[in-house]
């Protein structure tokens, strides 16, 4: 008899059982992906132990005074100019955060230069100045001059100025009338200006015009002081250091130092 060949059934797939997808993480790609979350979780717990560290240390140090840069800084502007323009704020930080030579005292930026561009927000360090700064542009800022004024001896209060001196600057001249006629005319040109320097004659001459006192003012003053002492005659007369006060001062002329009415200037 002819046997019957059974027919081959093809067998059913047998679905993976609930939650096989865990033993993944046995497989190479699943054993790196879990060191990569434990190192970042790690390095997160670092992160927080650090942060936690330095706020205790911060808040453990001691408070201490440093100045900080209120704008940017260029290169070669002098520690003068910095200190009398207040281009820093002085601001206290623990000692943690306090840069190494950091300046408490804005005093301490005389004579100095920056030799570096310093950016605001950054503390004014010695390692951003160094010494040689200008005595006579290193004081100067915006619309400041220095302008040099030959002066007698007397008239010039030679002997008694020094650098760092304050004076008012006065001028006289003859101011011209109508119909040409001319008539003396006394003015103050200045007032509270600073003496940058002041280069005494060897001549014994007590009238000689060689005495010269370099002197701060505005671009302004410049142009009336260098007028009045190319036309005329100028006066310093020395300040109070300090409490100095101002009264309101006409122009002088010979008809006010008579006590009669004065002819306007220029009428």
Partial sequence: MPT???ELTPKKKTPAPAGSKRFALSTRPGTFALAAVAA????????????????SVRSGADQVRVLVANRAIDQGTSGDVIAEAKLFNATDVSEVDASEG???????????????????????????????????????????????????KA?????????????????????EQSGGRTRPVMDVLARNVLVLKVEESSSSTQNSDDHQVVVRVTDVEASRIAFASDTGQIWLTIRPP?????????PVQLESLLGVDTIPVGG
């Fill in 4 to 6: 019957s060949t059974p």
């Fill in 102 to 152: 950091a300046f408490a005292d804005p005093s301490a930026l005389r004579g100095l230069v920056a030799n570096e561009a310093i950016y605001e927000g950054e503390q004014l360090t010695s390692d951003s100045f160094s010494s040689g700064a200008d005595p006579i542009a290193g004081r100067l800022e915006g619309v400041q001059r220095a302008l040099s004024i030959p002066v007698s």
């Fill in 155 to 175: 008239e010039g209060n030679i002997g008694q100025l020094q650098t760092g001196s304050r004076i008012d600057v006065l001028g006289g001249f003859n101011a």
């Fill in 40 to 55: 970042l979780a790690a390095l997160g717990v670092l992160l927080v132990f650090m942060s936690n560290y330095r706020d």
């Fill in 242 to 250: 300090t409490l100095a006060k101002n009264s309101k001062i006409n």
